[in-house]
């Protein structure tokens, strides 16, 4: 059964950071794409942040460039989101994802991910 546990979300001030990390089990990992969203109450998921099997490729949404950055190690099944400088503008649930099998889809895609966990919650207080 495969699985992804999101954990070390929380409460934070603005221009605090966070690490966020998904814990993956059950499957490889290791050769597919994974990947961050997030998701306010009663509105769309967005897509943040996704990192390549290798780890060699990373993309991420303009809202968030410069201060998220996106990880994983394969060794350990895990991926990352370190998030600095963090605004109240980025309170959202947290979601891990992963692709089932390598795709062509692109990377932003909710379309591309088969795999989520149960999202983790982030607060940033102003």
């Known amino acids: 059964q495969v699985q992804l546990v999101e954990s070390g979300g929380g409460l934070v001030q603005a221009g605090g950071s966070l690490r966020l990390s998904c814990a993956a089990s059950?499957?490889?990992?290791?050769?597919?794409?994974m990947g961050w969203f997030r998701q306010a109450p009663g509105k769309e998921r967005e897509f943040v942040a996704a990192i390549s099997w290798s780890g060699g490729s990373t993309y991420y949404a303009d809202s968030v460039k410069g201060r998220f950055t996106i990880s994983r190690d394969n060794a350990k099944n895990t991926v990352y989101l370190q998030m600095n400088s963090l605004q109240p503008e980025d309170t959202f649930v947290y979601y891990c994802?992963?692709?089932?099998?390598?795709?062509?889809?692109?990377?932003?895609?909710?379309?591309?991910?088969?795999?989520w966990g149960q999202g983790t919650q982030v607060t940033v207080s102003s």
């Open positions: 059950g499957r490889t990992f290791s050769n597919i794409a």
């Open positions: 994802t992963a692709e089932s099998f390598p795709s062509t889809t692109k990377s932003t895609m909710r379309s591309r991910y088969h795999y």
